[in-house]
RNA sequence: GUCCCCAUCGUCUAGCCCGGCCUAGGACAUCGCCCUUUCACGGCGGUAACGGGGGUUCAAAUCCCCCUGGGGACACCA
């Protein structure tokens, strides 16, 4: 599709003024899967130059995220704020071309009458009134503004939505530098992925209208136009763009959650872009797949049931020795000393991955083996742990005692046994047997716990439930 | 207010570009049944959509126009 000489190089370029958004997320996987289609370069660039937002922490937060993804880039991050000179630069041919001009209005002012216009249901525009103003340079700070074409037509070739035009005459002249020197986006956008050789845009399409003018700077510049693509916005369920009170919308988040990465990158690939009637894909599957072509361009809802699913999907389809180590730190979280019978962890956890849509369930789910107390899921006790079963548990424990071994099928025969002498239902037996072992309603097979806890820790806990039981006085 | 984008089941989507194979397919969710003398997993089946109106055509989910609805942009934010 791309010749070899023009090399695919795309950036993600986000601005660290707080965590990895989702949608963010998004466009750094679509710019990731085309450029390792295409065998290109994926260039990280932070865009920094909102000085007073941008943080530290927030770019750290970034780069783990992106990490954890396994989003990896091949040159960056790339720091706007360290290449000031470029812009400055590039500023100062357009403004010997008279491509540019000084502009003296203070924020303050341009505020003011951009909220009048707003007041009065007009279209807020910067009126160019410092655009033809000829004399001396300005003494005080004064911002760098475009002279923007006010006729005529920009036309954007975009890769998602195909040709879309615009009146020059819609434009105004927007700040390039501010007085502090500092580029505005539009104007750092367009240095950058020019010096950067950058082949292809791709981002949100809440860029599109920002297309134009930029292209109008590139043309300035003499620069060859890049390739856009805008993807669509990712929605909340009612529909609004994605944010913090439709829930988790940060990477961390769904780290913190117990969602698999392999099983987010499943999911937001499919927001806006599909391969037929497939859902599950693999990375190299995506890699393989992915194009254009497929890229919807309507707006989709973000469903975490859906997402959910998927990371259910991949728990239960994953590799046992690598799902131990990710569920170490959960396990700790749910009170697991550190490093604890690590031994179990091969028995445990191919027990729970049927069970578990989380690393967090699965963390719930396994803690009993680890703990020398078990949490009593108090719902689960009342229901289970009543007088009527003390006298069938303490019969259980009597046989357990006796039996031959204490594996799976050996616990089957003797519940068996006593099933049949009591003439009772398995399900009579196994949930409050599984409630005195795990203290949960949910668990693996209860023959399989019994192997897995061993006879001293079962029978421990079978007579710890019964004396839980309240007494039986009122019969 | 101006400009831009979008419109198939509740949700993600296939189909649309190159009209007929669409009594519109898949997936998540939901409902029902089955499997299991345990919790899950799993299997099978059901409910459910082309926003409205005009064209064009022998024929429109598919092409054109309008309306409606939703989203986005209009900063010395990105």
Known sequence: MTSASEKVRVRFAPSPTGYLHIGGVRTALFNWLFARHHKGQFILRIEDTDRSRSTEES??????????????????PVRQMDRLNLYKEHADRLLKKGAAYFCTCTPEELDARRKEAQA???????????????????????????????????????????????DNAQLDDLI???????????????????????THVIRGDDHLNNTPRQIQIYHALGYPLPKFAHLSMILGPDKSRLSKRHGATSVTEYHDQGYLPEALINYLARL???????????????????????????????????????????????????????????????????????????????????????????????????????????????????????????????????????????????????????????????????????????????????????KDRSLQRLKKAIDLIPSDITK
């Open 176 to 198: 390039m530098l501010r007085s502090d020197g500092v580029p505005t986006y539009n104007f750092g956008v367009v240095v950058d992925d020019s010096v950067m050789a950058i």
């Open 59 to 76: 770019i750290q937060t970034i780069l783990d995220g992106m990490r954890w993804l396994g989003l990896d880039w091949d040159e960056g």
């Open 272 to 454: 806006g872009w599909s391969h037929g009637d497939q859902e599950v894909f693999s990375r190299e599957e995506l890699i393989e797949k992915f194009s254009f072509e497929n890229v919807v361009s309507s707006p989709a809802v973000f469903n975490p049931e859906k997402l959910l699913w998927l990371n259910s999907h991949y728990i239960h389809e994953g590799d046992t020795g690598r799902l131990a180590d990710l569920l170490q730190p959960f396990l700790v979280g749910e009170g697991v000393a550190e490093g604890r019978d690590a031994s179990l962890l091969p028995k445990v956890i191919p027990a729970l991955q049927t069970r578990s849509r989380t690393l967090v369930e699965m963390a719930q789910g396994a803690a009993c083996f680890f703990k020398d107390a078990i949490e009593m899921d108090a719902p689960a006790q009342a229901k289970f742990l009543t007088p009527e079963i003390r006298p069938l548990l303490m019969e259980l424990i009597e046989r357990l005692n006796t039996a031959s071994a204490f594996t799976a099928s050996e616990m089957e025969t003797v519940f068996k046994n006593v099933m049949d002498e009591k003439g009772i239902k398995l399900s009579k037996l196994a949930q409050p047997v599984r409630v005195a072992l795990t203290g949960r309603t949910v668990s693996p097979g209860i023959y399989e716990v019994m192997e897995i806890l061993g």
């Open 120 to 166: 009065k249901k007009r279209t807020p525009r910067y009126d160019g009134r410092c655009r033809d103003h000829k004399g001396p340079l300005p003494d005080r700070p004064a911002a760098v503004r475009f002279k923007t074409p006010q006729t005529g037509q920009t036309i954007v070739e975009d890769l998602v939505k195909g040709r879309v035009q615009f």
